[in-house]
């Protein structure tokens, strides 16, 4: 039996209580007791690359991706880290949601025609995508009716993705605990939130690792508890978190990963619906968002960045 498959058999063999016990209470417990807040985001944060990620933006000035002007509804982007290779959910010209793929051929271009990525179609809602560092594997939510995390991989980034597949790790999770968006912190780490019964209440972020790319995960751990339903988005070394909402851009950190996270502090404000995607030098944010001055709702989703 694989280490997934004995995981998975110890959990579902555990009741909810002890699960909680396991993956909650106790690295709450034994986590460092700092705390820190907004007088300590310039010191957490990393500083201003010389060379920005996206050249001619302005700071905290949100600008509609190039080439993607037009693309509306479009929701939860995610990108490789050469932001050459871009994935979004979007409703095309039905109302439920597909992931589409759009390229281009350098950072100062525009994306290209969004094709939909076939095998990840389906007739539910498929969102929040994230896309492996190297291009390769693509993990994202379908809503069947209830959410569940799918996964798909391809050999090359110029050939399709194969037919998504459920993720192992998100099938191991109790009777009452269902998974929300993922990221990839990078090749070894994905990180998601699992939630109960209500969907803006009792989360908790978890994180599977793996020993290299391609390998199947382990068995998750918790990393973080948060009050709502923003998904986060994680640094590479998994010290600064960022998340979006409708009143704007918010960040929280720690020093160390013994710490635990700070209170958040908005650093940006711009209405965000869903999950963001930062750039590795973490000065570049990709957003859904219906334009300052504009309500949030599915018919003004576009697809934005910011320079941070």
């Given amino acids: 039996m694989t280490k997934m498959a004995l995981a998975i058999k110890r959990i579902r063999g555990a009741g909810l209580m002890q699960w909680l016990v396991r993956f909650l209470l106790v690295p709450v417990i034994f986590s460092a007791v700092p705390l820190y807040g907004q007088d300590d985001y310039p010191s957490l944060r990393p500083p201003l ?49 597909d992931l589409y793929l759009t390229r281009r051929d350098s950072v ?114 918790t990393i973080l508890i948060i009050p709502g339903p923003n998904p986060h988005h994680f640094s590479a070394d998994r010290l600064r978190a960022y998340h979006g909402a409708p009143s ?6 720690r020093k160390l990963e013994a710490d635990l996270f700070g209170n958040r502090l908005k650093i940006a404000d711009v209405p965000i619906e869903g999950s963001i995607w930062l750039s590795p030098k973490e000065d570049v944010v990709f957003f859904c968002s219906p334009g300052r001055g504009q309500p949030v709702g599915e018919s003004n989703r576009k697809l934005w960045m910011m320079r941070l």
């Avoid at 600008?63 to 409703?91: C, H, M, N, S």
């Avoid at 704007?248 to 950190?253: A, E, M, N, Q």
């Fill in 49 to 97: 690359p010389n060379t920005p990620s996206v050249p001619g933006l302005d700071l905290k000035e949100p600008q509609l991706v190039p080439g993607l002007e037009e693309v509306r509804p479009a929701f939860g982007p995610t990108l490789t880290p050469d932001l050459k290779i871009l994935v979004y959910a979007g409703a095309g010209r039905g109302r439920d949601y």
């Fill in 108 to 221: 100062d271009k525009p994306f290209g025609p969004p094709e939909k990525i076939a095998g990840c179609s389906s007739v539910r809602y498929e969102t929040f995508p994230t896309l492996s560092p190297d291009g390769l594997e693509l993990i994202f939510l379908r809503f069947e009716p209830q959410a569940r995390l799918y996964y798909a991989r391809r050999d090359s980034t110029n050939v399709e993705f194969g037919a998504a597949t459920p993720w192992a790790v998100s099938e191991a999770l109790p009777a009452g605990r269902f998974p929300g968006g993922a990221q990839f912190i990078d090749q070894q780490h994905v990180q998601f939130v699992t939630r109960g019964a209500s969907t803006d209440k009792d989360r908790i972020l978890m994180q599977a690792s793996r020993e290299a790319a391609g390998a199947a995960f382990g068995e998750p751990s």
């Fill in 248 to 253: 704007g851009l918010y960040f929280t950190g």
